[in-house]
């Protein structure tokens, strides 16, 4: 899963920490959502949105399988 959160984070000035404090996980949750090795759980992909005010599949881009051959 490919995510936007670094180009969000930069539009509202945020850093890792200060993102990961307010959705209330690590820092280094936010590092692995940012590399795509972790996918966050409905709840914390909602809270994201939330302080981004955008929808969850404005930050976070589900590749389908058969899209990763392309």
């Known amino acids: ?3 936007r959160i670094k180009e969000y984070r930069a539009r509202y000035d945020l ?3 200060q993102l ?3 959705v209330g ?3 280094e949750t ?3 959502l940012e590399k795509g ?3 966050p759980s409905l709840k914390l992909a909602h809270d994201i949105a939330v302080v981004f005010e955008v929808k969850i599949d ?3 881009i589900f590749e389908d399988e ?3 051959d392309k």
């Open 66 to 68: 058969k899209d990763k």
């Open 58 to 60: 404005d930050i976070f």
């Open 1 to 3: 899963m490919k995510t």
């Open 15 to 17: 850093t890792q920490a």
């Open 25 to 27: 996980v690590r820092r």
């Open 37 to 39: 090795k972790y996918n």
């Open 20 to 22: 990961a404090d307010k």
């Open 30 to 32: 936010i590092v692995f």
